[in-house]
């Protein structure tokens, strides 16, 4: 009788919180935000530890406040990227196929409304924005899509090759399905658990910022817990040992993010993506192509100019090389090659 009467309670509790926040009756949801609960927690308590036991830093921060101000000032800018990273899209085929027919769409319409209006007529409707590129980008026909994704591929591709089997959608070059978000994304590069969501060609940019913010944050965190340390080694010895047991951990998870801040420097300037570089064999697109080419590299400063400044539309699709391209970037450098900066 009790215990039924105490699943009851628990029944109608779990009901009223799922009603009241619907994102918890999601199991994939749920679990994302408590590993995004977790992180913030975890920011609290290094940092709120560090303000607790460290004397020296609160006085520190009375003479000197704007050292204080700036620490504060990246740890608040670091959470706010991270929220920031993990709600952006990361750019799916689906959203990017809708945005092509709505727009070959809106230029059909644009066009026959241009045909019925007299040639003489000077005061017209105005036209519609983005319509000439949309239609250099998607095409006319009513099968705008397909076209599109079939011209990004060489000559013979077959369109199966091309069709997800789970999205049945005609995959664009470098696209794959994620079999935890359940849908193809643009650019895939991996799915990352801490942000419960994909990275790729929407929010690289914003991936790489965090964790570059991030690495600092714990790089001046780490100094701070270093220098709290050597000047308090002698006072309490538990205030020493939960602040050595917080900095174990810590150094780890800096080592971890200063290596994959380098590594994901490395695949921006040669215009790589983690699952290109992992499953390089496996990829049809790039099987065959030696090791030390990277076919979608347009020399350093143009990468880094399309990933910094080319992220204001998520749904720029990149053709693949053709063999003549492939053959110039498999020529060996020379000296010539260097001064005319070919690399560039």
């Not at 975890?42 to 101000?69: C, M, N, Q, S």
């Not at 990273?85 to 319409?109: F, H, Q, W």
């Not at 063999?323 to 090659?337: F, G, H, V």
Request: hydrophobic share 40%.
């Amino acid at each position: 009788m009790v215990i039924g009467m105490c699943r009851s309670f628990r029944d109608r509790a779990f009901d009223r919180c799922y009603h009241c926040f619907p994102c918890l009756s999601d199991p994939a949801r749920r679990s994302s935000l408590v590993l995004k609960v977790t992180l913030v927690m975890l920011h609290l308590v290094y940092v709120g530890i560090l303000f607790l036991f460290d004397r020296d830093l609160i006085d520190k921060t009375k003479r000197e406040p704007w050292y204080t101000a700036l620490y504060l000032l990246l740890f608040f800018a670091t959470l706010v990227q991270y929220f920031i990273t993990s709600g952006s899209s990361p750019g799916y085929v689906l959203d990017a196929m809708r945005v092509v027919n709505e727009t070959n769409v809106i230029c059909k319409k644009s066009s026959m409304a241009k045909q019925r209006q007299p040639a003489s007529s000077k005061n017209g409707s105005l036209p519609v924005e983005g319509c000439q590129s949309g239609r250099n980008f998607q095409g006319t026909d009513s099968t705008s899509w397909t076209k599109l994704v079939m011209d990004m591929y060489p000559p013979g591709t077959s369109i199966r090759s091309c069709i997800c089997s789970y999205c049945n959608v005609e995959q664009p070059p470098r696209a794959k399905h994620c079999y935890d978000c359940d849908k193809c994304v643009l650019h895939f590069d991996h799915h990352c658990v801490w942000l419960g969501t994909c990275i790729g060609q929407g929010n690289h940019c914003k991936f790489w910022w965090y964790i570059c913010e991030e690495s600092a944050l714990c790089l001046w965190t780490g100094i701070l817990y270093i220098t709290y340390l050597r000047a308090n080694i002698s006072r309490a010895w538990w205030n020493d040992a939960i602040a050595i047991l917080l900095l174990i951990p810590l150094s780890i998870f800096i080592v971890f993010l200063l290596l994959l801040l380098f590594f994901h420097s490395y695949l921006i300037l040669t215009n790589q993506t983690t699952y290109e570089l992992v499953r390089r064999r496996r990829i049809p697109y790039l099987r065959g192509i030696p090791e030390r080419v990277h076919p979608f590299s347009k020399g350093v400063c143009h990468n880094l100019y399309d990933f910094c400044c080319g992220g204001s539309n998520i749904y720029s699709l990149e053709p693949l090389p053709s063999a003549q391209e492939l053959e110039e970037k498999s020529r060996p450098y020379t000296c010539l090659d260097v001064l005319t900066c070919r690399c560039c």
